[in-house]
């Protein structure tokens, strides 16, 4: 069920927005439908995304989002000048052939062109090394079932040394989890593989897992922390509080200062070296990594066959 939208929305968010949907669409929120409803209901996760984001470069402006199909395009080409944007959506069956697509800026009459791919991120991205100064991986690493480090390799691959990567998730240890965990319904466990899942399975992440496997794929996190406050539960405003409270301290307890208790996890990292992996094994088993192992090896492999025959 979508989150209930509402007017109540800050100037600075409102401004974002103008990017984004059709400002009849910001007036009048509950009209919206399809698309422009979800980037309504997720405003202020998009607000605080977008805004930390550097401006397209001298020396680049190629742009890469992973799991969009597009809908921050005109945000990227008016407000950070990125003249070169592409798409990988998700696709888990036959990819189709990239095609070039556009879209409207919602305030007037520009049009910014793209590059959409549809294609699996948890397989070789059709993509060259070191394009990219700038890549957005939001919301779509919870999706990840079979080997989600994989996915931030290729992007370490694809992005020129230097690149910025922002990445957002959902926090497995928000306040709304630690709830959840008291109810009795913890966070899945470690991924075995697909075969172990039900279709659209989803993993959180904490603010630390994010940044290991950042940081075992090349990256250097420049910022940790979590955006948009998700209360607990429906309960009245002492009960919230109190829970926040007993939350707060059991947490700084255990080495877990705030801001980590909000609803979504942002880190934005800097490329600093080649693509490497670390198989963390808070998230594979140690067969699983053995066959991950194996698999990289070939891929390797054959990347090196292919460039000493061409």
């Not at 929305?9 to 439908?33: C, G």
């Not at 698309?35 to 996760?45: F, M, P, Y």
């Not at 690493?141 to 989600?148: F, G, I, K, T, V």
């Amino acid at each position: 069920m979508s989150p209930t939208l509402t007017l109540k929305l800050p100037r600075s968010v409102r401004s974002t927005l103008r990017h984004l949907v059709d400002p009849a669409a910001v007036h009048n929120p509950h009209a919206a439908r399809g698309e422009e409803r979800d980037i309504l209901c997720h405003a202020r996760r998009l607000h605080e995304s977008l805004s930390r984001l550097p401006p397209a470069g001298c020396h680049s402006d190629r742009c890469l989002l992973i799991g969009s199909a597009g809908a921050e395009v005109p945000y990227l080409g008016a407000q950070l000048n990125y003249t070169d944007v592409t798409c990988l959506a998700p696709c888990r069956s036959d990819a189709a052939e990239p095609c070039r697509a556009v879209r409207r800026h919602p305030g007037g009459d520009r049009q910014f062109e793209y590059t959409l791919i549809e294609h699996d991120p948890e397989s070789s991205w059709p993509l060259a090394d070191a394009q990219f100064s700038l890549a957005l991986f939001w919301g779509g690493l919870e999706q990840l079932q079979n080997d989600p480090e994989f996915a931030l390799y290729e992007l370490n691959r694809v992005c020129m040394p230097g690149a910025t990567v922002s990445v957002v998730a959902e926090n497995a240890i928000s306040f709304e989890a630690t709830h959840s965990i008291l109810r009795g319904e913890p966070a899945p466990p470690r991924l075995k593989g697909p075969q172990f899942e039900g279709p659209g399975a989803r993993r959180s992440y904490t603010p630390r897992q994010i940044a290991d496997l950042l940081e075992g794929t090349g990256w250097r996190v420049n910022e940790l922390t979590t955006i948009v406050s998700d209360p607990p539960a429906h309960w009245s405003w002492w009960h919230r509080v109190l829970f926040k409270r007993l939350a707060a301290n059991l947490r700084r307890g255990a080495g877990l200062a705030e801001p980590y208790w909000n609803a979504f996890v942002l880190a934005q990292a800097t490329k600093i070296g080649p693509p490497t992996r670390s198989y963390p094994r808070w998230l594979y088993q140690d067969e699983r990594i053995r066959h991950l192992k194996i698999e990289m090896l070939e891929m390797l492999s054959d990347q090196s066959s292919n460039a000493l025959s061409a």
